[in-house]
């Protein structure tokens, strides 16, 4: 009978199989989860891996007033993405027939303006 493939979970070229243990004491232990909760590494082997042997780590730590002012940024972000889009529709159902040519490009301009403003608020908060 042919061994032939079910579906399932893809095989991967490059398994891990080989396996290491390391011992903490309880002080190394909680140094190491303070490491793990203040990066972004979804769990201790990907944060040690990266650390051993791409020798890189970073924390980005955030106190609490700082956090809380980014969401604020964030949210009144959102806010102006919204008032745009209300703009936006406000022209078009007025429709640009009733301003004039250097009316209408004044318009474009400075939409265009805004666009550019919000994106880049948008990108540095996302950030």
């Not at 290491?20 to 232990?29: A, H, L, R, Y």
Request: charged fraction near 30%; aromatic fraction near 8%.
């Amino acid at each position: 009978m042919e061994n032939y493939n079910k579906g399932g979970r893809p095989k991967t070229e490059n398994k891990r199989k080989i396996g290491k243990t390391i011992w903490f004491t309880e002080s190394e232990n909680k140094i190491l989860m303070t490491l793990l909760s203040e990066g972004e590494y979804q769990s201790c082997n990907d944060m040690i891996r990266d650390i051993v042997i791409n020798k890189k780590y970073q924390i980005i730590s955030l106190d609490s007033d700082s956090r809380i002012q980014k969401n604020i940024l964030i949210e009144q972000t959102r806010r102006i993405g919204n008032n745009f889009n209300q703009l936006i529709k406000h022209f078009n159902q007025k429709k640009l027939d009733s301003f004039s040519k250097e009316e209408i490009l004044a318009l474009k301009t400075t939409l265009n303006n805004i666009k550019i403003i919000y994106e880049q608020i948008e990108k540095t908060t996302r950030g």
